[in-house]
């Protein structure tokens, strides 16, 4: 079992739809969690944290389910420039053993 | 401030050749790490460096080494190239303290192939 599932989707949405991605860890002494965004062909870069109290950046949402051991994105009202792939992480020890998710596609259509 | 940059952007190798990959920050960062990302899995990582003058191996160190320059460059060697390591790699940096902070910071990546 991989140590952070995600479904790779992709996930084919409109213009102003609301979408949701989970993410499944295995490790239950997980510290830290985040969501990263990877351009086609480009570097990921740190989308949010995410909190056991939830927290929210504008349209995008996350919760983390420490007893499920899942973590969720949601974004609302989807814009054309949120077509990515989204990745979950997961982190053990506070900065070195840190495990990516393989990523969830989204394309967002006009 | 450029973040991380790294070199060479392509690289094509046959097997058996060498090369070593550079990687560079201005943040003030003390850990600095190599990954390598293949279609359909997730970054694993290589090689990591938890401050200046210390390395470790990550999940696939096998058929590379490292070296920490110093505070600001962290740099990954291929002594042998093999078609199994081509990828994408991306070096990364993380925490102005003294311990590792898990928000990473991505270099633009180095595209190899070995043929």
């Known amino acids: 079992r991989k140590e952070v599932e995600q479904d790779p989707g992709p996930f084919n949405v409109p213009e102003g739809a609301t979408v949701a991605f989970n993410c499944t860890y295995s490790n239950s002494a997980s510290q830290s969690f985040f969501w990263y965004r990877q351009d086609c062909r480009k570097e990921p870069k740190l989308l949010m944290s995410v909190y056991s109290s939830g927290n929210e950046d504008g349209r995008f949402t996350a919760q983390l389910n420490r007893a499920s051991q899942y973590i969720s994105l949601l974004i609302r009202d989807s814009k054309l420039s949120d077509s990515a792939t989204y990745l979950c992480v997961v982190n053990m020890d506070g900065g070195f053993k840190t495990i990516f998710g393989a990523g969830t596609r989204l394309f967002v259509k006009a | 401030n450029a973040g991380v940059t790294q070199t060479p952007k392509f690289q094509v190798l046959k097997t058996g050749q060498s090369m070593t990959l550079q990687c560079a920050q201005d943040?003030?960062?003390?850990?600095m790490y190599w990954y390598r990302q293949d279609p359909g899995m997730g970054l694993r990582l290589i090689y990591y460096?938890?401050?200046?003058?210390?390395?470790d191996k990550g999940e696939v160190p096998n058929g590379y080494n490292v070296s920490r320059l110093n505070k600001r460059e962290f740099s990954l060697r291929l002594e042998s190239a093999a078609p199994s390591q081509t990828s994408v790699y991306f070096c990364?940096?993380?925490?102005?303290?003294?311990?590792?902070?898990?928000?990473?910071?991505f270099g633009p990546g180095t595209r190899l192939t070995v043929t």
């Open positions: 943040m003030n960062h003390n850990s």
């Open positions: 460096s938890a401050s200046e003058g210390t390395t």
């Open positions: 990364a940096s993380s925490g102005s303290s003294g311990l590792g902070s898990p928000e990473q910071y």
